[in-house]
């Protein structure tokens, strides 16, 4: 079975771009995670769906930062403008409803120059 | 607030056990978690515990759960080079699948 799909794998870009990160989850779970890792701040949580529904997006930094899951397959993760504090390596996990075994893909690095 | 803490290295001799301390705020949390992150890889699930368990053991893993102290310790036997990577502890807020995750801790295995 193919796992969370994440893309791209790398991005680079020049401050004040729009980047866009998409996500795809394992079929048949109900949730789906942004996570964004840094050397400083370490794994968190920005935002969080179920069943394509924001749940909780209080970690989500500022207004610049949006994200979305029109259907149960899909969500896209935005930033505009992105700023070189944004770099960081993004990462999208879902899971089932239960005990809470996230499922990680492999994500997406984002460099803002 | 929601804190999880760990300490940030641990270099191990292969062969030898690893151990691995994390501490936790949310008392209620009714599952604590061990991630395992490779380099350039997303995390995966190692291992859980109920929060009315003391401990559990898993293969060459023990997690160890102490609900007073609100500390969590993973228990790596045998530590091989392959373990060399990032564990994370993570506890689950208010019984959602919300997981917060620790600083993690970077294990180094040295022959």
């Known amino acids: 079975d193919a796992g969370v799909i994440q893309s791209p794998r790398h991005e680079v870009t020049e401050m004040g771009q729009e980047v866009t990160l998409r996500c795809k989850p394992i079929?048949?779970?109900?949730?789906l995670f942004w996570y964004r890792q840094t050397m400083m701040r370490g794994l968190e949580l920005l935002i969080y769906f179920n069943n394509n529904v924001p749940i909780d997006d209080s970690g989500m930094p500022e207004d610049r930062f949006s994200a979305k899951m029109p259907n149960a397959s899909f969500s896209n993760l935005k930033i505009q403008p992105s700023e070189p504090r944004d770099s960081a390596v993004y990462f999208c996990?879902?899971?089932?409803?239960?005990?809470?075994?996230?499922?990680f893909g492999e994500g997406s690095r984002l460099t803002v120059l | 607030g929601e804190d999880v803490e760990q300490s940030l290295f641990l270099s191990v001799r292969e062969g030898d056990s690893s151990v691995i301390n994390c501490t936790y705020t949310d008392s209620s949390s009714t599952y604590l978690y061990w991630y395992k992150q490779e380099p350039g890889a997303g995390l995966q699930l190692l291992t859980y515990i109920f929060s009315n368990m003391d401990m559990k053991q898993d293969q060459r893993l023990t997690v160890l759960l102490n609900k007073k102290d609100k500390h969590l310790s993973l228990r790596i036997a045998d530590t091989q080079t392959g373990d060399s990577a990032i564990y994370f502890c993570?506890?689950?807020?208010?019984?959602?699948?919300?997981?917060?995750f620790g600083t993690g801790t970077r294990l180094q295995v040295f022959p």
């Open positions: 079929s048949g779970h109900d949730y």
């Open positions: 996990a879902s899971s089932r409803s239960g005990p809470g075994e996230l499922f």
């Open positions: 993570a506890e689950s807020i208010d019984n959602t699948d919300k997981l917060i």
